[in-house]
């Protein structure tokens, strides 16, 4: 069975400043989806950004970065120049990639930023 | 326009009764999912239907049954709710024909059971 784990229950960082959630995952399998995805307090659940295991360059989106390392099973989210509205919950999720299949998440890290 | 809706929000109910969610999608997706989060805020599937038919079904007490009367709507019914029921339950949906099985999350229903 797939896992997922984060191992920082809580994160903070100054605003305009840089940080870097981690995530790692255990899988036997080759192909697969991973995602990060933020909670804020309003709960809803919005995708930040996502990684195909087969493609060897890591997804960027404006601000959001990732650091996929498949053979270290390793996939850790980069926030820079942070701002308040980044204050969040973070998961770390895994997807297999046929078909429609479920989401392993982690346990998620608790964002904090400091004005 | 709203993806993913869920009712009610907020649903508050004495232990031992029955209480449903209900959950509609307006994406044109194939799939629809449960997932519930607990008061430590993990995340963690308990049902997946593709057209109407149950695909997944992890470890869930059968007091929860999932419906789904077409493929833009996934109800759950929960019957004899116990105190450890509280949770927020979301729903979610995808399509499985494109690449990325990139799910839409629903804002999520809060149960308390007193």
């Known amino acids: 069975a797939q896992t997922v784990t984060q191992s920082q229950p809580e994160m903070s960082v100054q605003e305009a400043e840089t940080v870097t959630l981690s995530c790692t995952y255990d899988?036997?399998?080759?192909?697969?989806?991973l995602f990060w995805y933020k909670q804020p307090p309003s709960r809803q659940m919005i995708l930040v950004i996502r990684?195909?295991?087969?493609?060897?360059q890591n997804a960027t989106e404006n601000r959001f970065s990732v650091n996929f390392q498949k053979a270290a099973k390793s996939f850790s989210l980069k926030i820079s120049d942070s701002q308040l509205g980044d204050a969040a919950m973070y998961f770390c999720?895994?997807?297999?990639?046929?078909?429609?299949?479920?989401?392993?998440f982690g346990q998620g890290t608790r964002l904090t930023i400091n004005p | 326009d709203t993806a993913v809706s869920q009712t009610p929000k907020y649903l508050v109910t004495q232990m031992g009764n029955d209480k449903s969610i209900k959950c509609e999608q307006n994406?044109?997706?194939?799939?629809m999912y449960w997932y519930k989060q607990d008061s430590k805020k993990f995340l963690k599937i308990m049902f997946s239907?593709?057209?109407?038919?149950?695909?997944i079904n992890e470890t869930v007490p059968n007091r929860f049954s999932p419906k789904s009367p077409d493929k833009a709507h996934l109800n759950l019914h929960i019957n004899s709710l116990e105190l450890g029921d509280s949770a927020v339950y979301f729903c979610?949906?995808?399509?499985?024909?494109?690449?990325?099985?990139?799910?839409?999350f629903g804002p999520g229903t809060r149960l308390t059971v007193l």
């Open positions: 994406l044109g997706h194939d799939t």
């Open positions: 239907y593709n057209n109407k038919e149950l695909i």
């Open positions: 999720a895994y997807s297999g990639a046929q078909g429609a299949q479920k989401l392993v």
């Open positions: 990684q195909e295991a087969y493609k060897q």
């Open positions: 899988t036997s399998e080759s192909d697969y989806y």
């Open positions: 979610a949906s995808s399509s499985s024909l494109t690449q990325y099985n990139e799910q839409f």
